[in-house]
């Protein structure tokens, strides 16, 4: 199972890069593939490629604001959620992820 995603809190400091790291070990631990990109206060970080991006089984946006290349997922299956549940529970939006594409 190919993942990716991106975390944006609304500060883009702190909850951005927790959020990162509590999807990619989660992930991990699920044995999927991750990669997260975020954007935060220093711009888009680990960006994501085209080709990453049509590999991918789904996407997960850990998002409290606004995000630049949202039409970049276009076509794929796509769960939103807040940035403190993929920080909380990154497990479970991991899974809320892989419903949608049951769906």
């Known amino acids: 199972m190919k993942i ?14 927790m959020a990162q790291s ?7 631990k699920l044995d ?5 990109e975020t954007q935060g206060a220093m ?23 606004s995000i630049e290349g949202e039409e970049r997922f276009e076509g794929k299956p796509v769960y939103e959620t807040s940035v403190s549940s993929c920080v909380t529970e990154p497990e479970k939006v991991i899974q809320k992820a892989l419903e949608k594409i049951k769906k």
Do not use: R
């Open 4 to 17: 990716v995603g991106i975390t944006a809190c609304t500060a883009g400091i702190a909850h951005t890069y």
């Open 43 to 65: 711009g888009a970080e680990n960006e994501l490629t085209k080709a990453e991006i049509d590999e991918a089984d789904v996407v997960i946006l850990g998002v409290d604001v």
């Open 22 to 28: 509590a999807l990619e070990k989660a992930a991990k």
């Open 32 to 36: 999927y593939q991750i990669k997260i």
